[in-house]
DNA sequence: TTCATCGTTGAAAGCGCTTACATCCGAGAT
DNA sequence: ATCTCGGATGTAAGCGCTTTCAACGATGAA
């Protein structure tokens, strides 16, 4: 016997390692490593000894020395710019069940509030064997950049780039889609409210936004370039009652935006959707609740988020990958902000 | 020099060792660590030319191996129910942020749709410091005792057992306020919409009410024990319009709820505050966009993740702790759901 | 009875890092 | 010039686990 300090069993769980086990169940560290992997080659006897042993003992081997010992983590990391609106924890909530499915731990990071993103990032990946990062503009490309070639990275919702992959969701069919159907409507002075610099989102739903125009031969108005807040959307729907913007119809980049912009017009006396339409992007809570209701652009985030999981698991194990990024298809929701008549349905 | 194998070069950032470092420094690995450590004696001249080394290789110390080596994981650990609402989004922003802010990762696991949950924590347990979790049903007892001991705890939001860490928002006074302030407005038919027994949160929500109830000599009606999600809401709108259940006044135990009902209820024809108040819990984004303005208590939820997070390391690193559970205040803020008039400010 | 074979098992070598401990060397004291 | 002391550095022993490799019976064949 190895002359080896032995947990004094004063705490219950924490203390026990390979060695008490093996103790316990008089073998060798080799055996209970072997049975507890599921190894080959164990006789049945020795099995249930140490099987046993483990489970009197609470024993979960210690993850960091089995990380070293196989050299990889079995986790995922996952950075996300911040957590408010739905979008992001729906986002979180498909990868992390994704990943407890493929036995992945998954580590999270916030870019906000990170002074310094590419170190935080960096050290993140020590501890993780692959990375899912959100492409957009809160996330720099230096940052990704630094990561990919040392570890896989998945980029969500990010531009795609022929040598990272990439799971997005569908935004420049479904951005004509909604702005055909304002256009429909028969609305002619229709602005998009968003900036497309901000990421490929956005930019990608002006495009389609642009499309519509163009497929009704119509000439597209500039985008009203402005971050997606609340705050935002006053100051949108300010500049829409002082007449510094006109507009019969708004198309706004998220539903966040749409339905600040919304609130204060309808405090500042114009009607939705008579005086003006406004759609929105997300299908977030809010827009169903209000009045009228929002008509917007569903997306399926949360499959966005298992699919990123997914792909990364892929990479890490190296397993087969389709190549080209991955699109995940969105739908529409007709509710009457739009013009439609109250009890709409989503088609 | 130890004829260790080194590494190859082709991989940027992964594969680079302290081993590499110290080779290109041309010194030890011991000095290596030394300067990575900022510790004691290292002379200015090493300190520079493993600086130097190390960084040219952008070498980032294997977080597996020093966990190992220094016997803990620079990690928290976070279990949380679920992530729709903004409620437990808050909280994990608070909680990143903080954990972040005092050098941990924090490592993320959602107990919803895990079939064993306590297999699932213990191994979580096996690559952090410590554990914060949400003192819900969602999270029975039973995995947090079963923790509790090996490694350090703290319950967000649960019951205060002595034995136990816990960090949780002021629920019974706010209750007691809310309900005093619908009662004010004259209502004496106010029903308790949410499960008492669900988790200590509503429990305690409903003591609020109760005592508002003593407070002004009169009784309080039993709790409609139902869960707190949009479709519980719709139900016991339902019951409400067809006469099953009757009041004129609504206090739920949280805004999703109360929203839910508050929608319903105005579709089947009635009118919020005049024929039934409502007010909830949290003051969740809708809250102050429907018609009228939900009253409702705010929780400073993202401090009370923080708190968590300061309590847990704290408590890792034995520094000295404040011993009863640390409470968060919350406050009121009045819309016009309850009957004030639109405009209220909050106080 | 002897030998080859195979299934089981333990010894031991790492995984990459930290950290006593020993060693070395130059500076000040005598 | 010799001795002592202390700062700087290297050596090596782990941290707890996996995994190769060799050793060990026991078994069936010859």
């Known amino acids: 016997m190895k002359g080896r300090p032995v947990a004094t069993g004063s705490t219950p769980s924490s203390g026990t390692t390979i060695y008490s086990v093996a103790e316990r169940a008089g073998v060798s560290i080799a055996s209970v490593s072997r049975v507890l992997q599921g190894s080959t080659a164990v006789s049945e006897k020795t099995r249930l000894r140490v099987l046993a042993a483990a489970d009197e003992l609470k024993y979960v081997p210690l993850a960091a020395a089995r990380s070293l010992a196989v050299r990889h ?10 957590l408010s609106g739905p979008y992001y924890s729906e986002l979180l909530m498909g990868f992390e069940s994704r990943a407890a499915e493929l036995g992945q731990s998954v580590v999270l990071m916030l870019a906000e509030g990170k002074s310094d993103l590419v170190r935080a990032v960096r050290n993140l990946a020590t501890r993780v064997d692959g990375l899912a990062m959100l492409g ?130 309808r405090e500042g006396g114009q009607v939705v959707p008579d005086d003006i339409a406004i759609v929105g992007w997300d299908d977030v809570m809010t827009a169903r609740y209000v009045e009228p209701g929002l008509t917007t652009v569903r997306q399926p985030v949360r499959e966005l988020g298992a699919s990123a999981a997914d792909r990364l698991h892929q990479r890490i194990t190296g397993a087969p990958v389709g190549d080209g990024p991955q699109v995940i298809p969105t739908s529409l929701v007709i509710r009457s902000s739009c013009g439609c008549p109250p009890e709409g349905v989503s088609r």
Chains 1, 2 share one sequence.
């Not at 983590?73 to 911040?82: F, I, K, R, S, Y």
């Not at 998945?154 to 935004?171: C, K, M, Q």
């Open 136 to 265: 957009s503009s809160a996330i720099p490309d230096a940052t990704v950049t630094a990561m990919h070639g040392s570890k896989p990275v998945v980029l969500i919702a990010g531009d795609a780039r022929p040598d990272i992959d990439t799971v997005t969701s569908e935004n420049t069919g479904s951005a004509e889609a909604i702005t055909s159907h304002v256009l429909g409507h028969g609305r002619r002075r229709v602005l998009f409210a968003g900036d497309p610099a901000s990421g490929p989102d956005v930019r990608d739903r002006y495009a389609g936004f642009v499309a519509a125009h163009e497929a009704a031969h119509l000439s597209a108005a500039e985008p009203v370039r402005i971050a997606l807040r609340e705050i935002d959307g006053r100051a949108l729907a300010d500049r829409l009652l002082s007449g510094d913007l006109r507009a019969d119809a708004l198309v706004c980049a998220n539903d966040e935006l749409a339905l600040a912009v919304m609130k204060r017009l």
């Open 73 to 82: 983590h079995e986790a995922h990391g996952l950075v996300l710019p911040e």
